[in-house]
């Protein structure tokens, strides 16, 4: 299993800023996910995060506007740049263990 | 595309009743999940499938996967108001150990007393 912990749990920020998530996890993994659950959606994958090399982005999600850190086989970072209201949404990060999917307690975001 | 469909999307039942939810996929996969959100949460495992005729159970829910015809089902068996949840299935397309599981829409429950 996994517990994953993430911060902010909550952010209220104004459009045309940036914030940076924080993903923690408790034992050593080589992917992580990031994923966006828009209000009443699904969750839509954002980009893997793999230690070591760049992260590989989803269609319709770039590098410039969610740069992602991973520094070590236990730690992430997804940052929402340059925001906007579209941008309001819970993000989660995951990882998987033995087929198994776990996923953080998410991150909301609102933009106004 | 893969595409992971769930239904209904919105159900709303009595409690004691039974019911299904089904979800339905595009692609070859023998892997799926089904996960539990409850509003303002994350969202949690409730039962992973790895084979085709795959059938687990935990309390009034039962989950069943048929490869052959890319659906799985989950069961609710005298429903009560606890299970008042969204349900989300998720496959994994099985592309090359990416683990890139594809969510289904949700189906959004609520058991009313």
């Known amino acids: 299993s996994a517990v994953i912990s993430q911060k902010p749990s909550r952010d209220i920020c104004q459009r045309g800023t940036s914030l940076t998530i924080q993903c923690q996890v408790d034992?050593?993994?080589?992917?992580m996910f990031w994923y966006r659950q828009q209000p009443g959606q699904s969750l839509t994958l954002i980009a893997t995060a793999n230690q070591g090399s760049e992260a590989t982005y989803e269609s319709g999600f770039v590098i410039d506007k969610f740069p992602i850190s991973r520094p070590n086989l236990t730690f992430s970072t997804l940052t929402v740049s340059n925001m906007s209201p579209e941008d309001s949404s819970i993000y989660l990060c995951?990882?998987?263990?033995?087929?198994?999917?776990?996923f953080g307690p998410g991150t909301r975001l609102t933009v106004t | 595309e893969l595409k992971v469909e769930q239904n209904p999307l919105f159900l709303s039942m009595q409690e004691g009743k039974n019911y299904t939810i089904y979800c339905n996929y595009s692609t070859t996969s023998d892997r799926l999940y089904w996960y539990r959100q409850d509003p303002g949460k994350s969202l949690e495992s409730l039962f992973v499938l790895l084979s085709n005729g795959a059938v687990k159970q935990e309390g009034r829910l039962m989950a069943s996967l048929d490869t052959k015809a890319r659906l799985s089902t989950l069961h609710i068996t005298a429903a009560v108001h606890d299970l008042s949840a969204t349900y989300f299935c998720?496959?994994?397309?099985?592309?090359?150990?990416?683990?890139?599981?594809?969510f289904g829409t949700g189906t959004r429950l609520k058991v009313l007393a």
């Open positions: 034992s050593q993994v080589t992917m």
């Open positions: 998720a496959v994994d397309p099985l592309t090359s150990g990416t683990y890139k599981y594809i």
């Open positions: 995951s990882v998987v263990v033995v087929y198994e999917q776990y």
